[in-house]
């Protein structure tokens, strides 16, 4: 889980990530071992068509340098509101530092910086905001996206039957406890991103599940124009 950045009236204002930013990498092992790191990489191999990406809340950076090392050509804008997050994800990708541009913003306020973005990345994002902000931000990206663009997201979920009721909907909100602890993180459940991005116009093409469902890999496109139904 992770982020969003600036106050604005009306909203809560946005978790700090600062203090996690260092042990992030150490946590996120000894609670999930390799399986956030297998979830994020699911579909690495789609993405080397990609020239314009806007990746939001990476946390420390290591996608980040991965999709760099995996396609040569792409350029991209980074997003998040932990400035300890930013400085981590910018020694990861220092190599590549021509083709990283960072911005400290919140991720429910902000304008995409240079569009149109024909990649979009949100591992362990989503989960930080309501399901109305994730629609906002679908909306968003939507009009900021080419009509071929992919977005890739890893999330939690809570699977159907008795391993979502009893192992993952409790584990999910322990870590809900957890990070309001470490990061004033207000938000206490997973928003329904699935309907927000179908809202919004996207459609899910490719996923994988790890750990019964717990953890998802999803990868959406946008949904062609409807065709139209006066013509013969």
Not at 94 to 116: I, K, Y
Not at 195 to 223: C, H, N, P, Y
């Given at each position: 889980m ?10 809560m ?12 990498k ?6 999930f ?20 990406a ?7 950076g ?29 020694r ?18 902000f304008?995409?910086p ?22 906002a ?15 890739l ?7 159907r039957g ?15 406890f ?50 139209d139904?006066?013509?013969?």
């Amino acid at each position: 889980m992770k982020r969003g950045s600036m106050k604005s009236p009306g909203r809560m204002p946005p978790p700090n990530f600062n203090r996690v930013a260092l042990p992030y990498k150490w946590m996120e092992l000894a609670s999930f071992g390799p399986w956030l790191w297998r979830c994020r990489c699911a579909f690495l191999d789609d993405l080397g068509a990609g020239r314009n990406a806007l990746i939001l809340g990476d946390g420390d950076g290591r996608f980040t340098a991965r999709l760099l090392k995996q396609n040569s050509a792409v350029q991209i804008d980074a997003i998040d509101a932990s400035r300890a997050m930013l400085q981590a994800l910018s020694r990861a990708t220092c190599d590549q530092s021509d083709r990283v541009r960072l911005h400290l913003a919140d991720a429910r306020l902000f304008n995409p910086p240079r569009p149109p973005y024909d990649l979009v990345v949100t591992h362990f994002f989503l989960d930080c905001l309501t399901s109305e902000e994730v629609a906002a931000l679908a909306a968003r990206l939507r009009e900021s996206a080419t009509p071929s663009a992919l977005w890739l997201i890893s999330e939690f979920a809570v699977p159907r039957g008795w391993f979502g009721l009893l192992i993952a909907r409790p584990l999910i909100a322990a870590l809900y406890f957890a990070f309001w602890l470490l990061t004033g993180l207000s938000v206490r459940r997973l928003p329904n991103h699935r309907a927000a991005l179908m809202q919004a116009g996207f459609s899910m093409t490719r996923q994988r599940k790890w750990l019964a469902g717990l953890l998802v890999s999803e990868l959406w496109t946008i949904d062609p124009p409807a065709a139209d139904s006066s013509r013969s």
